[in-house]
Structures are given as structure tokens and as C-alpha cells.
């Protein structure tokens, strides 16, 4: 089960898609506004509307190539290093895996907000390109005419590549065979979800579904966490005994009975058919170290009060933590490109920044509009 | 009839004992420095300073009196003379916590004992994994009417042995460790013949030599052959049988075999011997290991000593088939029948342990023996020897059926002290338990011996009469094993013993010396001999599933989760309450586009 399907794929696949579905719907939005109103060209529209799809597309093809030779890549050459040390490995993978759900999981639920943020951001973009006449006319010409292709294309490659990276941080650990399937159905559901979301289908029933797969990735990263420890202390353990623990099974002789809290002679993720998927979803190990059932409840621990550093910070309307936290990254060298692009993005007055491209993006059709916007 | 025959070898035996010496030794234990293998210089036990210990050589009906000073210092000691019946003398076995009190530092111990048998036996230590690091030598009697006298013109001692580079208590800690919970046996470092590698064996051509070989390992059997030399079989563990050829013999610890190798009448070429240790018994296999040792039948000083070539297989003589000389038949069905099931598993420390039917077993306060002396009537009750002793009383006479059935995928040697029995069954590999009802007629004239190997989850049935009162340890000869507690005792009709036994007065001085209990039950209880509290028992067993702490963390660790998803489900639900809502924009931006419309 777990070889031909990695759960955690799925999700991050699924969370990626929705986003790119979103930046997509955003684009279209501002197109129908701006351009698709029956009085106007429908033939510029439908250009841009066919702009859009297409640089959306190429983009997804990108990331796909990149994200294919990446893995290709990837098991071709690092997975005999790494099968070596197994657990070792797949405790610092699934390490690496928690952190980068549990960054990205609770925004799932302000999928909204991240409407909004892209709003802004896409908005930005087209502000930026009308300010600057750059060096060559041609170019920015060119860049101009084809706004609407290469907007959604760097976007969904970008976000594409970061899902590729994602992925594979996520799944270092699993065969190539666990891949194909998740990110499939990951796609489609994301791209379902991103449609019904655009569509403005019933808002109530999506969150509710966004709210069931939160929860679900956030008992697979809390999983995650526990196994991540349990791997590196039975990594420990290979060391101290020296032989190949894995082969006595379930019995006595598989586990380190110094840490031990419980221990079944059953139902080992390893080789019991079934428990495998538990031990991807909830973390199910046969036997529970003082290490794994620790850290899985400060894990839970930690996300309560994230939720609730959260929920108090949206509404006492005090300068967020992804903002603080960007401020911090955009003070470290490495990660300044990463951060204050962001940060610009966020402390820019989103009310602005639209209300300036639906007056400066398409000014020889749009002027009307931008009569309409000053009149009010 | 057989009164008759018991008188004519008691006749004997008085002839002999008439002209038969007393062999006074007066030994003393030390630590040597030797270097065997040419690998590593290390500390070996040897005695008077020597080491390879000396071959001894008794015969039959010598009075043997063996003075032991324990020089050791920071070990305690003793001396098994492995094979000998020790009728009467069961106190002069040799082994720790069942016959004697171990010899602690600098404290002395006399075995005196006749020499009532013939054939090639051993001695070594039986203290607690102490032989391997080098007290254990082979040891020859020899009698006056052995059946192949006068057919071999000279006789050879070769022992084998692996070899071990670290102490044996270290390896010992190692081995019985929850870092270990596979039991695996540390392997060897080298192979060794005649405590030496590249042992040569000068020989004439022509002549018919006596080789006797033996196994003084702790671990390691050995497939042994002479290149392009038949090997004739004259003798197991003392016991002188029918004549079987053979190129290949396969000798575990602790076996002895006697066979006869008539030398070619050709002298332009060396033989090669080799001993090639079974690497079945190995977890792992070192690359850097070599498992063969390798001497040989020198006709020629000048020739060429070649090493010896590749053989595909393995294909040793079965020992199940030979037949002793003396003819004995079949003993009847016996009147008691002892069923060990024999398998390997984990207690509560996490490290590995043997089991005979679910018993490990642990040294009890008091030898056995002692116990045996000291409890008057209660001593025909095996419950004060103690649980974990897992004695068997036997009465005097009886005839003895021993089934061990081998749970464990691994071959095991098992000794039985004070006997050699006749091996009437031994099952193929994965033959599972043993069914009377269902098992191959019996062999008439069963071939006896002292050692005895069991194949994997396979089983053996082994018979003896119970003739010769005393405490007699049956266990696993792989050191390991044994120290894992693979071992039960059998006490034979130890009312007998207490009519007829005085212990020596230095034996008690050992038991004082090493603050060893002398008297009562398994614990040391002189009064009340059923009471056993206080008594060596073993580490309790590992927990299986759940206990109360494991409920509690995995209960915990439900809530904790089901609070984080109601926290999540909570923030999920709560209205998004950001500066402006995505519902305000919408409105707005339609507002816009609808206005411009206008």
C-alpha cells in the first residue's frame, strides 16, 4: 500500500495544485473584470483568457520535467547511499517532511487568504511591469504583450518547483513506485477543489473539506515527527546491536526494550500487510518508545498553540508570525531573496496595488475604467 | 550371566588396580602470554605456567590425585574431566555450583579419583566460560585389552579449537546483553590444531598411526579430512567401535574420535589436514576470518607443504551409524522419560537467553550436590534443588529415555556428565518434536557416546541406565549456550549419596573461601527445605503488549491528538477576521465593474 501510494505526496501534491488552481482563478477573475464584460473586445479577452491557460500550462509542464528529472535524478544516484543507513535517512527525512507540513498545512485553512495574497502579488507583478520602461522597449514590450503568459507560467513554476521540492523532501524515503499515484490523485483533487473554489460553489461545504484534509495532514506530520524519532533511535539501536535487527521481526530482538513504553509481537509496520498504512497516517509503530510517544504529544502540544498564537493574532490584528518570521529571513543574507519579496508583498496595501492595475494594465482599454475609478 | 561378568571385570579391574600407579599433580593455575594463531599476543590460562596445557596420560585404573591452586587471582576456577563416569566420586567431577564450590583466588582443591575407563576424553574448566581462554587440554587412558591394540604402530593427540583474541568475560558481556538480542555468539578469530596453526605431524610411510582427535572447542564444530588419506573410525568419546571408513568427520565441541590412518608407502609428498570450522553456527562471517586451520602428514621435511585445495562440499561420516565393539544391545523401554524442548529467547533485560522447556538455568546458592547431601528425605524432591536448576531425580537402575526436541534453528551439542548413553534416535533436520509413535525402528546395538550433537528444529532421543549415583549436569557444550543457561541436572538417587558420600574437608574450604553455601535447599534454606525464598532465580520474563504504562501513553497520546485536530478544526472554522475580508473585496471589485458599466 504504502509503496504504490505515499499519503504525504498525495496532500502536498493536492495542497500545490489547489494553489496554482487558485493563482489561475484570480487571473481569470481579474480578466473577466477588467476585460470580459459583454461591451468589450471579447477578442483581446479571449486571447488573454488563452495566454493564461497556455503560460499556466507550460509552466506545469515545466515543473513536471524539472520535478521528473529531479527524482529520476535523485534515485539514480542517492538512494543506494541512503539504503545503507536506512533509518538514519528516513528519520531525517521524515524530519525534514513535518517541518514542511507543518509550515504549510494551517494556510491550507486560509486557502482565502492566500486568494488574497495572490491577488496582491499578481497584481503587483503587472504594476511592476507597467512602471518600469525597462532598457529595451522591445523587451518590455514584448513582456507586456505576453503578460498574461508569463504571469501564470513563472507563478505555477515557481510553485510547481516548490511542490517538486516539497515532494521529494517529503518522500525521500519511498520507493519511486509510491509516487505516480498520489500525485495523480493529488492533482485532480487540488485542481476539483481550486474549480469549485473559483466557481464560488458552496463556500461552506469547502472549507469543511479543506478543514477534514488539514486535519488528516496534520495526523500524518504528527505521525511523522513520532517516526522520525523512532527511526533515529532505532537507528541507534542498529548501531549498539550490530546485527540486522529488521530481520528478527516482531519478536523480541526487534526493539530496543530500554525504551520501550509498549511492545505487540503484531502488527509491525514493516512487515504486517495493513499496518503499514496505518504507520503512514497515524504513525502506528508496534512498539512505542519513550521518544516517539513524547514527541508526538509535544508535537500536538506545539500545534494547539500555533493554532492559538494564531487565532489570537488574526484577531487583535497584530502584525502576523510569517511576517515577523520573514522579517527575521530578510535580515539573513542566504534568505533575503526568498523573504523581502514577500515581505514587500505583504506590507504593500492590498487595496492599492489592485485598484492600480485595473487603472494602469490595460490603459488603451482601459481607460474608461480608470475614469470610473477616479470618479469614485 | 551378567553377575558373572561384573565379577570377571571386577577381577580385572583389581589386577590392574594392583599394578596401577598414583599420578600426583600439583597444579597451579596462572596466567600465560601466548600467541597462538599469530594474530594477537594475549592472556591464556595455563597451569604451572605452561600453556598448551600438557597432554595428560592415565591408564586404566590409576589412582589420579590433582592438587589445583588457583593462581589466577581475579578468577575462580575448576577442573572438568570431561567424559569420566566418576562412580562414587561424583563430587570429583568438577563442576561449579553442581558437584563443588568453584575454587576462588588462592584457594586449593584436590580431585582424587580412579580411572575406570579407556579412550580419549579432555579436561577442562567448568566454571563459568573460563575454558575458552586456553584451561582445556585432551587427555588419553589407555588400558591393557583395548580392542585395536596391536594394530597401529604410534598414536597422535591433534585437538582443534577456534580462537577467541578477547577475554572471555568481556565477550561474555557482550554476549548476554541487551545490545545482543539476537544471541548471537561472537565469532572466532582463527582456527586452532594443537593450540598452533600450521601444525606438521611427522610420519613414516607404511605405518598404521592411531590418531586422536579432539574437539576442545567452546563453539566451533570442525569438518576435519586428510588429503588422499582414508580415515578407519575406532572410537567415539571412549567408547571403541567397529571399524567405519571414511574421508571426512564432522566433530563438534567437546566430541572425540580415535581413527586409524595407514600411511602410503610413497614419500616424495606432504598431506595436508585441515580442520574447517562449521560456519553455519556463525551469524556473521567476517571477510577477514579464516575459518580453516590447516597442518599436515609430513612423509618428506624437504618436500613441499601445499596448501590444500577446494572442496565443493561437505560430506562427513553420520556418527548415528557406528557400532560400538563391546556389542551392547538396546537397553529396555525405559522407565523414565525426561523431555526437554529446547529453544532461544528474550527476558526482561532485553538480552538473550536458552531455554529447556521454558526453564533458563541459573546457578542455585548451594551446589547440587551439597543440597542433595543436606536435605535428607526431601532430597528425592526436585522443588529444593530449586526452579531454576530444573533437576530431575532419577532412581537408581532405571532406565532413562532423554528426548530433546530443538526449537531453534541452530545445531547444539549437548554433554551429559557421568555417562555415555546410547543414541537411539536422531532425527533429520526440521523433523520437528519427536513421537514415539511414530518414529524409525530402533538400532539394536546403538552407537554410545558422551557428546552428542541435536540438527536444526530437529530432536534426539538418547538412553542410559541411571547406575551410577551422583549430580550430573546435561547441557549445551557450545560455552555460550550454557552460560545462557541452555542446562538441566539430573540427580541420581541421591539417598544413595548420603549413605555413601563424604565430601573431602578442602572442598568445604572452597565453599568458604568463595562464600559459597554448604548445606540446604537451592536457597540455602537449612530449615524448612520447600521454602525457596531467596533462591537464584533467573531475570523475569519481558512484558508482551500493553501494560499500564503503555495504555496510559498510548490514551495520552489519543487525546493529545484528538485536541490538536478540535484546535485545528476550531481555527478551520473561525471567521477569518483579516482587515479586509475576501467577501468585502468581491463586493467591492463587482461594485466597481458594474459601475463602470453603467
Redesign the interface.
Known amino acids: 500500500m504504502v509503496n504504490v501510494f505515499a499519503v504525504q505526496v498525495f496532500f502536498i501534491v493536492f495542497r500545490e495544485c489547489l494553489e496554482a488552481a487558485i493563482i489561475l482563478s484570480v487571473l481569470l477573475?481579474f480578466l473577466k473584470?477588467s476585460l470580459g464584460?459583454p461591451?468589450q473586445d471579447q477578442s483581446i479577452y479571449k486571447r488573454l483568457v488563452r495566454q493564461v491557460w497556455a503560460g499556466s500550462m507550460v509552466g506545469i509542464l515545466c515543473c513536471l520535467i524539472i520535478g521528473g528529472a529531479f527524482i529520476g535524478v535523485f534515485y539514480g544516484l542517492g538512494h543506494d547511499i541512503w539504503s545503507k543507513a536506512e533509518k538514519l535517512w528516513e528519520g531525517i527525512f521524515y524530519l525534514i517532511a513535518t517541518i514542511i507540513i507543518t509550515v504549510m498545512g494551517?494556510a491550507l485553512?486560509?486557502i482565502?487568504?492566500t486568494?488574497?495574497q495572490w491577488?496582491v502579488k499578481i497584481a503587483k507583478a503587472l504594476v511592476d511591469k507597467g512602471k518600469n520602461q525597462t532598457k529595451s522597449k522591445w523587451l518590455s514590450g514584448w513582456a507586456r504583450r505576453y503578460a498574461m503568459f508569463l504571469l501564470p507560467f513563472v507563478t505555477t513554476m515557481r510553485e510547481g518547483v516548490e511542490a517538486v521540492v516539497f515532494v521529494g523532501g517529503v518522500s525521500l524515503g519511498y520507493p519511486a513506485t509510491a509516487f505516480p499515484l498520489p500525485v495523480l490523485t493529488g492533482m485532480l483533487t487540488g485542481l476539483t477543489c481550486g474549480y469549485l473554489i473559483y466557481r464560488g460553489g458552496n463556500a461552506m461545504s469547502i472549507?469543511i473539506f479543506?478543514?477534514a484534509s488539514?486535519?488528516v495532514l496534520?495526523?500524518i506530520a504528527?505521525g511523522m515527527f513520532s517516526k522520525s524519532i523512532w527511526d533515529l533511535q532505532y537507528y541507534r539501536y542498529q548501531m549498539?546491536?550490530?546485527?540486522d535487527?529488521a530481520e528478527?521481526g516482531s519478536?523480541?530482538?526487534?526493539y530496543?526494550?530500554?525504551e520501550t513504553?509498549?511492545?505487540?509481537?503484531c502488527c509491525n509496520a514493516e512487515t504486517d500487510n495493513g499496518w503499514d498504512v496505518f504507520n503512514s497516517i497515524?504513525g502506528w509503530e508496534n512498539t512505542?518508545t519513550y521518544g516517539s510517544?513524547i514527541s508526538?504529544?509535544a508535537?500536538?502540544?506545539f500545534?494547539?498553540l500555533c493554532?492559538?498564537y494564531?487565532?489570537w493574532e488574526?484577531?487583535s490584528?497584530k502584525r502576523s508570525l510569517r511576517e515577523r518570521i520573514l522579517v527575521v529571513f530578510a535580515k539573513v543574507p542566504g534568505l533575503k531573496w526568498y523573504a523581502s519579496p514577500k515581505l514587500a508583498a505583504m506590507q504593500q496595501n492590498?487595496?492599492d496595488i489592485?485598484r492600480e492595475v485595473?487603472s494602469g494594465l490595460f490603459n488603451e482599454e482601459g481607460a474608461?475604467?480608470q475614469q470610473?475609478?477616479e470618479l469614485? | 550371566m551378567e553377575l558373572g561378568l561384573f565379577w570377571l571385570v571386577g577381577f580385572v579391574v583389581h589386577i590392574l588396580a594392583a599394578s596401577a600407579k598414583t599420578l600426583n599433580y600439583e597444579w597451579n593455575i596462572t596466567w600465560v602470554s601466548a600467541n597462538p594463531d599469530g594474530l594477537q599476543e594475549r592472556p591464556v590460562i595455563g597451569i604451572n605456567g605452561q600453556w598448551p596445557l600438557p597432554v595428560l596420560d592415565f591408564t586404566l585404573g590409576d589412582r589420579v590425585i590433582a592438587k589445583v591452586y588457583n593462581a589466577l587471582g581475579n578468577q575462580s576456577s575448576s577442573i572438568h574431566w570431561h567424559g569420566f563416569f566418576q562412580n562414587g566420586t561424583t563430587h570429583m567431577d568438577g563442576a561449579p555450583s553442581i558437584t563443588q564450590c568453584d575454587i576462588a583466588p588462592g584457594s586449593t582443591f584436590v580431585y582424587n579419583f580412579t580411572v575406570d575407563q579407556t579412550g580419549t576424553y579432555w579436561y577442562h574448566s567448568h566454571s563459568r566460560g573460563q575454558y575458552p581462554d586456553g584451561l582445556r587440554q585432551a587427555l588419553v587412558i589407555r588400558g591393557p585389552d583395548e580392542p585395536y591394540s596391536g594394530q597401529y604402530d604410534e598414536e597422535r593427540v591433534i585437538t582443534l579449537s577456534e580462537w577467541y583474541h578477547d577475554p572471555m568475560p568481556t565477550l561474555l558481556k557482550q554476549f548476554i546483553s541487551v545490545t545482543n538480542p539476537t544471541g548471537a555468539e561472537p565469532v572466532p578469530k582463527s582456527a586452532l590444531m594443537n593450540d598452533t596453526q600450521n601444525l606438521t605431524v611427522a610420519v613414516e610411510s607404511g605405518k598404521t598411526y592411531l590418531f586422536r582427535l579432539v574437539n576442545v572447542a567452546a563453539f566451533a564444530s570442525q569438518y576435519f579430512w586428510i588429503e588422499d588419506h582414508t580415515m578407519r573410525i575406532v572410537e567415539v568419546d571412549g567408547v571403541w567401535t567397529e571399524p567405519a571408513e571414511t574421508s571426512m568427520i564432522y566433530i563438534t565441541a567437546a566430541q572425540r574420535y580415535s581413527f586409524l590412518v595407514t600411511m602410503k608407502n610413497d614419500t616424495s609428498k606432504n598431506y595436508a589436514m585441515v580442520g574447517s570450522m562449521d560456519t553455519d553456527l556463525f551469524d556473521t562471517l567476517p571477510p577477514t576470518l579464516n575459518y580453516n586451520v590447516t597442518g599436515w602428514l609430513v612423509y618428506d621435511n624437504q618436500a613441499e607443504k601445499s596448501a590444500p585445495a577446494n572442496i565443493s562440499s561437505f560430506d562427513p561420516y553420520d556418527d548415528f551409524g557406528l557400532v560400538p565393539v563391546d556389542g551392547e544391545k538396546l537397553l529396555d523401554d525405559p522407565d523414565y522419560t525426561v523431555t526437554l524442548d529446547l529453544t532461544m529467547d528474550n527476558l526482561g533485560d532485553g538480552a538473550n537467553y536458552a531455554f529447556f522447556n521454558g526453564i533458563t538455568y541459573v546457578m542455585p546458592k548451594v551446589p547440587t550436590l551439597y543440597t542433595a547431601l543436606t536435605t535428607g528425605s526431601a532430597a528425592t524432591n526436585s522443588t529444593v534443588y530449586g526452579y531454576n536448576t530444573q533437576a530431575f531425580i532419577l532412581d537408581k537402575g532405571d532406565i532413562i529415555d532423554l528426548v530433546l526436541n530443538n526449537d531453534d534453528t541452530g545445531k547444539h551439542p549437548f554433554h551429559l556428565h557421568g555417562h555415555n548413553f546410547q543414541v537411539v534416535v536422531r532425527s533429520d533436520e526440521n523433523a520437528g518434536h519427536y513421537d514415539a509413535n511414530n518414529s524409525p525402528a530402533l538400532p539394536s546395538v546403538p552407537m554410545r557416546r558422551d557428546t552428542i550433537y541435536v540438527k536444526p528444529a530437529g530432536h534426539f532421543v538418547i538412553r542410559f541406565r541411571a547406575d551410577n549415583p551422583g549430580v550430573w549436569i546435561f547441557h549445551c557444550h557450545i560455552e555460550w549456550h550454557m552460560d545462557a543457561g541452555l542446562a538441566v541436572v539430573l540427580i541420581e538417587a541421591p539417598l544413595d549419596l548420603q549413605k555413601t558420600l563424604t565430601i573431602p574437608e578442602d572442598h568445604w574450604q572452597a565453599c568458604d573461601a568463595s562464600d559459597t553455601l554448604k548445606e540446604g535447599n537451592a536457597a540455602g534454606n537449612t530449615k524448612d527445605f520447600y521454602d525457596l525464598t531467596g533462591a537464584n532465580v533467573s531475570v523475569p520474563p519481558l512484558p508482551a503488549g500493553f501494560t499500564a504504562r503503555g495504555i496510559v501513553a498510548l490514551v495520552f497520546s489519543c487525546i493529545a491528538a484528538v485536541l490538536g485536530l478540535i484546535s485545528i478544526v476550531w481555527y478551520g472554522m473561525a471567521p477569518i477576521t483579516v482587515k479586509e475580508s475576501p467577501a468585502d473585496e468581491r463586493r467591492e471589485v463587482g461594485s466597481n465593474s458594474s459601475s463602470s458599466s453603467s
Open positions: 477573475s473584470q464584460q461591451h494551517l485553512l486560509r482565502n487568504k486568494k488574497e491577488r472549507q479543506l478543514i488539514t486535519c496534520y495526523l504528527a549498539a546491536v550490530g546485527s535487527v528478527q519478536g523480541p530482538g526487534s530496543n526494550i530500554r513504553v509498549w511492545h505487540v509481537n497515524l512505542g510517544i508526538y504529544n508535537y500536538w502540544i500545534i494547539i493554532v492559538g494564531m487565532l488574526e484577531r490584528g492590498p487595496e489592485v485595473h474608461e475604467q470610473v475609478v469614485k
